[in-house]
């Protein structure tokens, strides 16, 4: 379309305001001067374009007799005719004595006789070049002068605007000028409004072109490539239709057709179209993109393409068919090559993964201490698995589901007391055995507070501790998080936590155990256990009940061997302590927290059911201490709300007529603090548990100290305790080692360093210990290496050392009632471990000798060659 010549405004304006105004710029004959004054006559240009905008004219019409020359006067004035602000024509003013009434003015105005006439006027419109229509609009003195100037010339007498009227046209113009700023405005946001509504609408109209576009290329190369495979379908056909000699005789004639050149530049038209096709494919999957940006040869094309693909964009190259095909069978070989190695990939880690998977859960199965070889169980010969009731099935009544049926009776029977059942115990008992000769017969009374107790823990066993029984826990990682029992059940599932973990009970702890206990001059034993013993509750990934009857078998190999049993219920519901031989680590959830009261509860219930099982009979010579629960950390819980439990526990217990003596825990109070409480019951004993390496006062003493300390420190505390001036009153220590340093593996949890070389990092800055505790203050620098290695490899100092500190605390601990060592045996921790500290020589052969005493000096190790730091 061609552009339009640009346009004056100003001249559009003055022709716009005088029509005749082009014809009488050339000179004029006295016909048409005629023609103009009756025209004049009929009609006012002005007066008509007023009355087009429904204005009413009340100027008085003007005297038609005028003269020729006033009327060529009138016309030469017309174009400089005097406008208002808004570019209309100001009216002529009449002569005062011709003045006709003017119904718009005000009563006002027509008493002072002036000449104050209603000027009408409208917005004026906007053109392309963004000025208004009008020529410059003149100021309202301007134009009353210049109308005073029009009068006198037209022979009338001018008169002046007064100061009320100029004010109002003032406000009139001003409030119209504002109208047409809002008018304008509103007119270019319809503008903006239609021109982005267009360009919307002709994205969409795009987008809509393109999807439609891009379904016809599709089905046009859909009917293309099919129209092809009919084809090649067809030649294939005739090709397999045609014979040999007719294949042959169709050559030959197309050889006599054509010559040799002109076969040849057949082929290679052929091949030069098949190169064409391919390139005008490879178009049109950038077709869209190149029309957008305005390309549309081939060498933009190419360099489009290959700066989408970050390539140089140089001149495209040609290949040849057999290049090409060289180059496609390479991109399919690399393409497969690529596919191979990412399938390794992912293939690999996978399987790796599942792998360390399951050695973790059959590390975790060969490597604890309950997987020998199984049991040849031939007690289960002389029943049939059809005597157990459909019912009892698969259940803990089953025996034909129990991996060790050893000393068992695996006669089935249903029988409970206190909701436990008596399944796997013979009818029949004997009481008549004696430990040894400084113990009194099991079917004597003991003599507590004259007799000292002698006794060993058999911990690990019944509920896991991973410092002794490690190898439950070194197959996982650090972000496996198996830190305890229940982690570990949680870990390895229901199913295999039930298979490893009745292994381990039916071989870490067995008969020849207790055989071994009673030869090293013991005469107690303390069995730990958890509650799930006796029950689980929802959310427990514990195993059920499995370790019942295993309990009941050690109480039973204790007694055919003359050891009486301290019952300890070591963990409770929601853990009295946190720590992760209550069973759970973590928070404290007993008699704390949201579920404190609910498990509090829970406890006493399991209590009922063991007070009234165990307050049978053939239990009252055996069990003669009988454990409330096992380290409540009272200095982090209510005391008095423990206090206050305890006593139900001890009124409960009594109701279901249990005789033995109740042992409760200290709870890390001090014994000093515990006296005058509890004194209800006369049968009560205060455990403590006594360790130097758990107090970092107490793990930075040198040797010597440490040794002073046993004899000293802990002889007075437990007289101070056994005395009711001074103390609770009967007292004993239930857990105590030889251990001097905090090196064993997982001492201090599982993950967790040690004080000793200053690497325990808990994560709460309040609970971390991250400078080293050895005697040196880490010069020389403090090390665990000889702490753990063999005992075989430790020198004569520090047997020496080793033995007499135990010795020591033997003395100092039967100041009170006597002691239970923590622990018999242990997978690697010779500190830990009675029958490994006994077999390396540092621990007496018999419980009851005595090469040292804490009476005479104490020798100075460090001159004997003990270093104070490993």
Not at 177 to 183: C, G, I, Q, T, W
Not at 499 to 526: C, M, P, S, W
Not at 591 to 620: C, E, V, W
Request: aromatic share 8%; net charge positive.
């Amino acid at each position: 379309m061609p552009r339009q010549r640009s346009r004056d405004p100003d001249t559009d304006r003055e022709r716009d305001r005088d029509p005749d105004r082009e014809r009488r710029r050339r000179p004029r004959s006295e016909s048409e001067h005629q023609r103009e004054r009756e025209r004049d006559r009929d009609r006012d240009p002005a007066r008509e374009r007023r009355h087009s905008r429904g204005i009413v004219d009340h100027e008085p019409p003007q005297d038609r007799d005028q003269p020729r020359d006033r009327d060529r006067e009138r016309r030469k004035r017309r174009p400089h005719r005097a406008t208002d602000s808004q570019g209309e024509l100001l009216p002529r003013a009449a002569p005062p004595a011709r003045l006709s009434r003017n119904y718009n003015q005000s009563d006002s105005e027509r008493d002072s006789g002036s000449l104050r006439k209603k000027r009408y006027s409208t917005p004026a419109t906007s053109t392309p070049s963004g000025r208004t229509a009008s020529a410059a609009p003149l100021s309202l003195d301007a134009l009353a002068k210049l109308d005073k100037v029009n009068q006198k010339k037209a022979g009338r007498g001018g008169q002046d605007y007064d100061e009320e009227y100029l004010k109002e046209v003032r406000r009139k113009e001003e409030r119209l000028e504002k109208d047409r700023v809002k008018a304008e405005r509103e007119e270019k946001k319809r503008d903006r409004e239609r021109v982005k509504k267009m360009a919307g609408d002709a994205e969409a109209e795009n987008r809509r072109r393109a999807y439609e576009s891009d379904i016809l290329v599709e089905e046009e190369a859909r009917a293309r490539k099919e129209r092809r495979r009919e084809e090649r379908d067809g030649e294939k056909g005739k090709k397999r239709s045609q014979t040999d000699d007719e294949r042959e005789e169709r050559r030959r004639r197309h050889e006599a057709k054509y010559t040799p050149s002109e076969i040849k530049l057949k082929k290679e038209k052929r091949r030069e179209e098949k190169r064409h096709r391919t390139e005008q494919k490879k178009r049109r999957l950038v077709s869209g993109p190149l029309l957008e940006e305005g390309g549309n040869d081939e060498e933009y094309e190419y360099q489009y393409m290959m700066e989408k693909r970050g390539g140089p964009g140089s001149a495209p190259t040609e290949y040849s068919e057999e290049e090409l095909a060289r180059r496609k069978k390479i991109k399919r070989i690399i393409i497969g090559v690529i596919a191979v190695i990412l399938l390794l990939a992912i293939i690999i880690p996978v399987a790796i993964l599942i792998s360390k998977k399951n050695s973790s859960s059959d590390s975790a199965t060969t490597t604890s201490p309950g997987n020998s070889n199984k049991p040849s169980n031939g007690n289960l010969n002389g029943i049939s698995q059809s005597d157990i009731p459909d019912s009892a099935k698969g259940s803990i009544l089953d025996p034909f589901t129990w991996y060790d049926t050893t000393d068992f009776n695996v006669t089935y029977t249903a029988a409970a007391v206190g909701g436990l059942p008596l399944m796997g115990l013979n009818s029949t008992w004997d009481n008549d055995v004696q430990a040894n000769d400084k113990v009194p017969n099991l079917k004597d009374d003991f003599g507590y507070g004259k007799t000292p107790i002698r006794g060993v823990n058999v911990g690990g066993w019944l509920n896991l501790e991973p410092f002794i029984t490690p190898s439950f826990f070194e197959s996982f990682s650090t972000k496996d998080g198996v830190i305890d029992e229940w982690t570990y059940c949680t870990k390895m599932g229901a199913t295999k936590c039930k298979d490893n973990l009745e292994k381990h009970y039916a071989t870490f702890v067995n008969r020849q155990t207790f055989i071994d206990i009673r030869n090293a001059g013991f005469d107690h034993v303390r069995i730990p256990f958890g509650y799930w013993a006796v029950t689980t509750y929802d959310g427990d990934p514990y195993v059920s009940q499995i370790s019942w009857r295993y309990l009941l078998r050690g109480i039973e190999y204790a007694r055919q061997n003359g050891l009486r049993v301290n019952l300890d219920l070591h963990g409770a519901p929601g853990s009295q302590n946190g720590w992760n031989h209550s069973g759970r680590q973590g928070i404290i959830r007993w008699l704390n927290g949201t579920d404190g009261d609910m498990n509090a509860q829970r406890t006493l219930d399991i209590h009922h059911q063991l007070s009234q099982f165990f307050a049978q009979p053939r239990y009252k010579n055996i069990i003669t201490l009988y454990g409330i629960v096992n380290e409540p950390r009272m200095v982090d819980l209510n005391t008095a709300s423990v206090l206050s439990w305890t006593q139900k526990a001890i009124n409960q217990i009594r109701k279901d007529n249990i005789t033995a003596i109740l042992v409760f825990g200290d709870g890390f109070l001090g014994l000093d603090n515990w006296k005058g409480k509890l004194q209800t019951d006369d049968k009560l004993l205060l455990d403590v548990h006594q360790y130097v390496i758990f107090n970092t006062d107490q793990i930075s003493l040198p040797h010597t100290d440490k040794l002073d300390f046993a004899c000293k420190g802990w002889t007075q505390q437990s007289k101070r305790s056994m005395d009711k001036t001074t103390g609770f009153g009967p007292t004993m220590c239930g857990e105590w080692s030889q251990a001097d340093t905090d090196c064993t593996q997982y001492i201090n949890n599982v993950g967790i360093g040690t004080r000793w070389e200053g690497t325990m990092n808990t994560g709460n800055i309040s609970t971390s210990i991250l400078k080293p505790q050895c005697p040196t203050n880490n010069n020389p620098t403090c090390s665990c290496a000889g702490a753990n290695s063999d005992p075989g490899s430790y020198n004569d100092a520090y047997k020496k050392w080793l033995y007499q500190f135990a010795v020591a605390q033997m003395i100092s601990f039967e100041a009170g009632w006597g002691w239970f060592y923590w622990t018999w045996d242990t997978e690697k921790a010779a500190q830990w471990s009675w029958k490994k500290g006994m077999k390396a020589g540092i621990l007496p052969q018999k419980v009851w000798e005595r090469n040292f005493s804490c009476t005479g000096s104490l020798e100075d190790y460090g001159k004997l060659g003990l270093p104070e730091f490993y």
